[in-house]
């Protein structure tokens, strides 16, 4: 590309990106990112004394990444990292948008969007209509955009559902199942999934909040507005599953009878019929793991991917690819709705 003003070749500039949590998920994300031209991790935030002052490629166990240190100190401080120029932040600490309010908040009035895995806040104006209020109005003032985003919810029962729904004439009803091995993944999950507990102790954790996996509200009504849906209820279950054997992880072992995972059912019901249906199955040991999705209409559609698709992974790069989206998103808050599909290649320069 050439400068029109001078007519010398137009510099493109990195996008400065802070890493905002260091745990499981924001060191895979950190590691992406890393492999991105386009991207300079210019800052890392956590509060872990553990992490605080020691360099990120450090942290991120870089196995494969022969260039650590980045030269990028984790601290503690979030004004101190913003004191130098961030375009984005990726923000991976919490589920709950009641705890990040905070930490959000003082992202936008530092200037900077904002790509967050924060799951309630993939769609969050139902269950949170001040919070979502107060976020769209500080972005807004500020002229950026954040978004909620990453595989469930994010992409695989949201996003992909109105993807496939492009190709419809009329839609109905819509369907998702997702079966999740989850021995393959990181462990805060399993744990966060009550691999290892009684049935008894599952229950408990259920009641007290600890035990689910979060979001499928959200794809629900992110889902119905696509589609145009009307719903006067949202629910949701959440059942253990049961091992029937014996299942080793690489971090845990689960004994028959113990709780091998969570089985959760979201319906959005409109005069007591379902229209928008999902259901995952994420445990240890799952069979024939698969993401699934119908949508009855005109056409009938199905689509069906075998293995499913391996959240950790996908996660880090619906985020990764998101940076550049939000960039370029309208101010305010905004969803996955909003910003189109988007592949950030290693070597490109958008």
């Known amino acids: ?29 950190a590691r992406l990112m890393r492999q991105k031209a386009s991207l300079e991790i210019v800052g890392a935030i956590d509060k872990d004394p553990a992490k605080v002052g020691r360099d990120l490629g450090e942290v991120v166990g870089a196995v494969g990444v022969k260039d650590a240190p980045w030269g990028v100190a984790i601290s503690a401080d979030s004004d101190a990292v913003f004191e130098k120029p961030v375009d984005a932040v990726v923000h991976s600490t919490s589920s709950y948008l009641t705890s990040v309010m905070d930490q959000l908040l003082a992202c936008l009035a530092s200037g900077c969007c904002i790509v967050s895995t924060c799951e309630e806040l993939a769609y969050p104006w139902r269950k949170h209509p001040e919070l979502s209020a107060k976020l769209d109005a500080a972005a807004k003032e500020e002229g950026v955009a954040l978004v909620g985003t990453g595989v469930n919810p994010g992409f695989v029962m949201d996003k992909l559902v109105l993807t496939l729904s492009a190709v419809a004439q009329r839609v109905d009803s819509a369907k998702a199942l997702r079966v999740v091995d989850a021995s393959k993944r990181r462990l805060p999950l399993q744990k966060k999934i009550g691999a290892g507990m009684s049935p008894e102790e599952f229950r ?147």
């Open 1 to 29: 590309m050439v400068s029109l003003e001078t007519g010398e070749p137009a510099v493109k500039k990195k996008i400065r990106v802070v890493q905002y949590g260091v745990g499981p998920i924001g060191a895979s994300i």
């Open 204 to 350: 408990a954790q259920v009641a007290a909040g600890v035990i689910k996996h979060h979001g499928l509200p959200e794809s629900i009504a992110m889902v119905a507005d696509g589609l145009g849906f009307t719903l006067d209820d949202i629910s949701e279950t959440i059942e253990p599953v049961i091992a029937a054997e014996k299942v080793t992880t690489e971090f845990l072992e689960v004994a028959a009878g113990q709780v091998a995972g969570v089985h959760q059912i979201a319906r959005g019901t409109f005069r007591g019929n379902t229209k928008v249906y999902m259901e995952l199955k994420m445990y240890v040991g799952a069979k024939e793991p698969a993401d699934t999705i119908e949508l009855t209409g005109e056409p009938n559609l199905s689509l069906v991917i075998p293995g499913g698709t391996h959240g950790d992974v996908a996660t880090a790069a619906v985020v990764v690819n998101a940076i550049p989206q939000i960039l370029a998103a309208q101010s305010g808050l905004r969803t996955g709705r909003d910003l189109p599909l988007s592949f950030l290649s290693p070597g490109e320069l958008p």
